[in-house]
């Protein structure tokens, strides 16, 4: 038995230093290599990564070293912590619908403590997502530095103060400085959840993961409404309207402590083997998680060795063809959906219907009825994002879009009240129930995975500045451009024909990103503008040609079906 350990261990020290010979001989020929192309890019380098069945057993041998001293994870099964982990995660939407919608209720009892004119009530309502901008850009400092979870951790912080702030505001020189130091935690969250999300998560379920966020958006939404309903006849029902912000936050907070952090975060720091447990923890090592593992880790450590300051990263968005060409239709998305009047729906809901002759208190149950259809019809979207894809699921739903802006802005020509309140709720009801499923949840998901590894901070900061920018300009502007424009201008004119350009240029420059790794979605931008546009078109008349088909085949089969019609 000793000589047969002998051997055994014999056997082991020649194979560790065959295996020591070999890497040592790759980092000569790879230092010899890297002399040779120094002038390629980084997107070239990455495109070459091959993923061999040597570096999947490496791989499989440190799994087996660690197997035995770390816990597959909390709940055992990595499917159901991913799922837990996501869910929790997205309860930061939670936080930025919640903080939209408490202002719209308010606005309607805070004026009579605090005096503000037009100016400063604009501020107010828009407070959060003007504060939004610089929390976004602090995010990728947070983020590069702290990890997604410590990002979120710090948002957490920012939100809780400036909950405080709003709750015992006695002046607008306190609620303002409390609603814009809020916006920077709601901004700094907004970047970080569904970029954390989509790093945990596969691809197969990536997009159902990270449109939950969107859905928990909508859920703040209604949940804002919902707590004004509560305060609406409470002495100082403002204060408490916007000071329940800071439970939101502590809960979420809470459990961001305890979270894991990003696979692909901590590989770009070096963390290799903390990586390797986290991954076991979120998505095991079954199947085809091995090689989506050796392939992120060769190419994280690729961008690592290649890794370029900050104003040169920030060039590629430029003159790097593939990030261009992300960064414009992460952008372009963005504004798309801030400029559809979702923010000033949101926000002025409550302003409007009091506009059209209803009471304080029944304006703010009137908005319940919008954020309730809004909240469902976002539902949907975490099956049909991965089902479906992203491309499809969007483009069907802009035109109802557009079809509930009509109706709201006609809704302001009725004659009677009872008219105008019908109309308007029916646009809106309309607004959310398409705007839901596509337009709320696509362009998280979208920007979450279109970026690579070293640029996708700052990638999805850009978007979520973007974001912000838009949702402040709408609502802090709808005021002035409800005198200058009217109602109808500014819902139908405006922001429908803002939907309508956006739907024409997302037909010919939106490529499907479903069931791709976030490593293989490079290969799709790689392509030219008019390539990508050539490849669109024809998908979109391929999709017409099976929808019309579809309703050749049922009219066909209610015609057989019936016999007697055809003949009457």
């Known amino acids: 038995m000793d000589s047969v350990q002998a051997i055994q261990d014999e056997t082991k020290a020649d194979r560790t230093i065959s295996r020591n010979e070999k890497n040592e001989g790759v980092q000569r020929k790879l230092s010899k290599s890297l002399e040779g192309i120094k002038d390629k890019s980084l997107e070239t380098l990455v495109d070459n990564i091959v993923v061999s069945e040597e570096d999947k057993v490496e791989v499989q041998e440190d799994i087996d070293k660690i197997s035995e001293q770390v816990p597959r994870g909390t709940f055992g099964n990595p499917k159901f912590y ?18 939209q919608t408490l202002v719209s209720g308010a606005l309607l009892y805070l004026m009579k403590d605090i005096k503000l004119n037009v100016g400063q009530e604009s501020l107010i309502t828009s407070g959060v997502s003007l504060g939004g901008i610089p929390g976004a850009i602090a995010a990728i400092a947070v983020n590069e530095a702290l990890g997604r979870r410590g990002g979120i951790i710090i948002a957490c912080l920012l939100d809780t103060t400036g909950a405080i702030m709003c709750a015992a505001a006695r002046s607008y020189g306190v609620l303002l400085p409390g609603r814009l130091i809020l916006g920077a935690g709601i901004g700094m969250e907004a970047m970080t959840v569904p970029t954390y999300i989509a790093e945990c998560s596969p691809k197969q379920r990536r997009g159902g993961l990270v449109s939950l966020y969107q859905v928990m958006i909508v859920f ?23 000071g329940s912000s800071l439970v939101f936050s502590t809960i979420l907070m809470t459990g961001a402590i305890f979270f894991p952090e990003s696979p692909r975060w901590l590989m770009k720091r070096g963390r290799y083997q903390r990586a390797l447990v986290v991954w076991r923890k979120l998505r095991g090592f079954q199947g085809d998680e091995i090689e989506e593992f050796v392939r992120m880790k060769k190419v994280v450590e690729t961008e690592r060795q290649f890794a370029k300051p900050f104003l040169v990263v920030m060039m590629d968005f430029l003159r790097v063809p593939h990030c261009r060409r992300a960064f414009e239709l992460g952008v372009g998305i963005m504004f798309i ?13 409550g302003t409007l219907f009091e506009k059209l002759g209803m009471t304080p208190s029944h304006s703010v149950y009137m908005g319940m009825i919008g954020e309730g259809v809004f909240f469902f019809s976002t539902i949907p979207a975490i099956y049909l994002n991965d089902k ?12 109802g879009i557009i079809l509930g802006l009509i109706i709201t802005g006609f809704s302001f020509y009725a004659g009677d009240k009872s008219s105008k ?8 009801v309309t607004f959310y129930l398409f705007w839901g499923p596509g337009m709320g949840p696509v362009p998280w998901t979208i920007n979450s995975e279109i970026f690579p590894t070293y640029i996708r901070t700052y990638g999805v900061a850009s978007c979520t500045i973007m974001n912000f920018f838009g949702n402040w300009l709408t609502s802090y502007e709808f005021l002035r451009m409800e005198k200058h424009m009217t ?19 997302l037909i010919f420059f939106m490529p499907e990103t479903r069931n791709l790794t976030l490593e293989e979605i490079k290969q799709t931008f790689s392509l030219s503008h008019w390539e990508i546009a050539k490849r669109n078109w024809q998908k979109a008349v391929d999709d017409w040609h099976l929808i019309k088909a579809y309703f050749c085949r049922q009219r066909s089969s209610i015609q057989n079906a019936h016999p007697m019609s055809q003949t009457v």
Not at 222 to 241: E, H, K, P, Q
């Open 220 to 242: 703040g939404l209604l949940g804002g409404y919902v707590v004004d309903a509560i305060f609406t006849n409470v002495d100082g029902s403002w204060r408490y309207m916007l």
């Open 421 to 428: 309140v019908g109309l308007y709720t029916w646009g809106v």
């Open 388 to 399: 479906i894809g992203r491309r499809w699921l969007l483009l069907s739903t802009m035109p």
């Open 337 to 349: 959906q801030e400029f559809s009047g979702v923010a000033t729906i949101n926000y002025y809901t």
């Open 487 to 505: 109602d109808p201008g500014v819902f139908i004119g405006f922001y429908g024909g803002i939907v309508f350009l956006g739907w024409i240029y």
């Open 82 to 99: 991913l799922h837990f982990l996501a869910v929790y995660a997205s309860f930061g939407g939670f936080l930025y619908g919640v903080d």
